[in-house]
């Protein structure tokens, strides 16, 4: 197919809910893409989190190679040896917990909002959320997101949402009342600009759960699986959260979500009370086991660390230099810059010149590279940014 009939099948046959970028990708390998004509890109931002691992890693491809001939989908009134490998090797790099699959990161909330309100027993239901956060899209998960621009129009929405600033303890505790059954949160916040949670905000939240049996569930969606330089961002806490969310690289870029809950709660869900037919499946579970591998096997950990400090300290220097750049934040692979101007044109340029980022919340420029990125890799991106800024 040629590029035109591409994009008038797009027009015609696709349903406009999303603004795309006018690219069509044939190709990707690491932090490579190759386009329809031809033209390399350096993608620091793979997927949308999705590629943690870049394009195609090859134990990825060998995993599904490897099982695809063997047995696709299985459903989950029966068993299957990957989906049992996989939750155990959630539990070992997380806390002590029950895993449910499902397939994206909007279904993971959904199923952690349903275990609130069977925990709260029908008396509590009350979750607390944060203003600018982001959960998904479906009627849950959007109920959940503190974002009124995604809300506009599908209103009413679920009832039992409360929202409060980021990083501010005391209006949680204002907020919680004799009805409060869980505080959702991520830890840094992605889609609502790059928002680090500090320490003590997220270390009072756990305190304050204890203290009124409220469950603490952190959505991980985009900071799981070595994103942070952490395999999970609650890592760097101190603390043990009561349910985490995961999906977009859980998969090594196949669909996959969860929700792993601690072991004291997990069995307030009956046999028929929740269920996702595509949750788990041995495909899928095969691939999600090569992602942990990989990340172990090639010590993404460190290198996320080693070379998220390398990617913050040249960001520091363009902030230096540029007064366009009001801030710079983030924490291991998951950088945000936030602009005095709108960012937009910032990565229309850097596209032109063959970087993809990605721009949030109109003027935080985002850059979360795979997290097998090397210096050189950080240094061509770094200069495109240079210029696009210079420009
Ligand atoms: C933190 C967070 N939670 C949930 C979601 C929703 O995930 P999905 O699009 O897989 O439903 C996203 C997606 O961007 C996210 O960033």
Redesign the pocket.
Known sequence: MKKDEVFKNYDQYIMGTYTRLPLIFVKGKGSKLIDIDGKEYLDFFPG??VNNLGHCHPKVISAVRDQVDKLIFIPNNLYHINQAKLAKEINFWSFDSKVFFCN??????EAAFKLSRIYGQGKRFEIISFYN??????FG?LSATGQEKYKKGFEPLLPGFKFVDFNNLSAVENACSPNTIGIIL?LVQ??GGVNVAKNEFVQGLRKLCDEKNILLIV?E???GMGRTGEMFCFKHYGIIPDIM?L??SLGGGLPI?AMVTSRRIADTLKPGMHASTFGGSPLICKAALATFRAIQKEKLLTNTKKMGEYLKNNLMKLKEKYSSIKQVRGIGLMWGVELEIPGKPIVEFCLSKGLLINCTQDKVLRLMPALNIDEKKVNKAIKILDEALKS
């Open positions: 949308w989190g994206s990161g909007a279904e993971a909330n956060s982001f959960h998904g899209r479906t998960a991520e992605g889609e959505d969606v985009q900071t969310t999906a977009k979500g």
